[in-house]
């Protein structure tokens, strides 16, 4: 048996416990609409190149990232998914002294912190109250996410300022900003050049439906990034990832239809949630749902794997939260409707029956 996995997404995993292959996979949190068809045109296209090195300096997808933001491509670093851009940021933050980090939080983000030797201070988030991060976080460095995974918990850029201004070095991961429409974005990318001690880290990965090709970017101060690149191994961004970022971030219509989607269907998605008894969905800005639940995440895990083929986040990587959180991604109408089906029958199944 392969041992539990850590992240969500692991079909392999998946598939051996249930016994069949995984047709619903609501662990990671994916764009269900993608890949869009720019990203396959632009792989098609790039096949005949893979004879050749990808170019060390990546000019035309920064190029392409830095017209997206605005930036100049010395401010672009494109990366082999967010786990390696954290590697470095990690090392960052080490030099930087203590760094706050809101648990619970990423698993991968202690892995770069342990590697890297930062000294960690974690900060819990009260799921049930309001916290502005300015009671919830000290002056130090500091390692965020927003919005926030597990939670979906968006921070509005008013509270992060006062914070990113008293810290010697700030790492924040919006991997999942570009879910939300550009004017309810609370992205801190335009404060870079006022903020040199700011990193900012985005994936390409998850909103444009390409977990497997591996790609994302940071966005720093180009002092940081050239020291960023005497670390790294060369050509860490393959030849195909880097044809696909040049061109997906130019898809507005994808991006309309992805936003057009989403509310309406994470509003539909939680409802469903709260309607099942022994489940209570919290809300969130991000395209997952956290839910707590009154059987052991893991124990639903299996039996909807094994009575559904249906795959969902267990939440013990997250240890803080225990054994009784799992996460869903929000997929589309269908799917949503399996996945409350599915868990209704789970839990009427597994729950004891008190009268008996």
Request: aromatic letters at 8%; charged letters at 15%.
């Amino acid at each position: 048996m392969i041992t539990r996995p850590t992240h969500g997404g692991n079909l392999t995993w998946a598939t051996q416990v249930a016994g069949s292959p995984v047709l619903w996979d609501f662990s990671a949190s994916i764009n269900p609409w993608g890949p869009p068809e720019c990203a396959i045109a632009a792989i098609q296209a790039a096949i005949p190149e893979l004879i050749h090195y990808p170019d060390p300096d990546y000019g035309v997808l920064r190029g392409a990232i830095a017209q997206h933001h605005n930036l100049d491509p010395a401010w672009v670093f494109p990366g082999n998914g967010a786990a390696e851009l954290l590697t470095w940021a990690a090392m960052d933050l080490a030099q930087a002294g203590i760094t706050a980090l809101i648990t619970p939080a990423f698993a991968d983000y202690g892995r770069a912190c342990r590697a890297a030797g930062v000294v960690l201070l974690p900060c819990g988030l009260d799921l049930h109250n309001e916290q502005r991060l300015e009671d919830l976080l000290p002056p130090s460095a500091l390692l965020l996410n927003n919005p926030h995974n597990p939670t979906g918990k968006l921070w509005p850029v008013a509270e992060l300022l006062p914070l990113i201004a008293e810290s010697p070095c700030v790492v924040v991961d919006e991997a999942f900003m570009d879910f939300l429409p550009l004017a309810q974005q609370q992205s801190l990318i335009p404060y870079l050049a006022e903020f040199p001690q700011l990193v900012v880290l985005r994936s390409l990965t998850k909103f444009y439906s390409l977990p497997g090709l591996r790609l994302g970017y940071a966005l720093a101060h180009p002092d940081r990034l050239a020291q960023w690149r005497q670390r790294r191994d060369p050509w860490a961004v393959n030849q195909l990832a880097a044809a696909v970022g040049a061109v997906v971030l130019q898809d507005q219509e994808f991006a309309a239809q992805t936003w057009a989607w989403l509310p309406s269907a994470r509003e539909k998605l939680f409802n469903g949630l709260a309607a099942i008894p022994g489940l209570t969905p919290y809300p969130g800005a991000a395209n997952f749902l956290l839910v707590e639940t009154a059987l052991k995440s893991d124990v639903l895990q299996l039996d909807l794997l094994k009575t559904a083929q249906v795959l969902i986040r267990d939440c013990l990587s997250f240890s803080e939260l225990g054994d009784r959180f799992f996460r869903v991604a929000v997929r589309t109408e269908p799917e949503n409707q399996h996945l409350l089906t599915a868990l209704a029958h789970s839990l009427h199944r597994l729950t004891p029956n008190p009268h008996v």
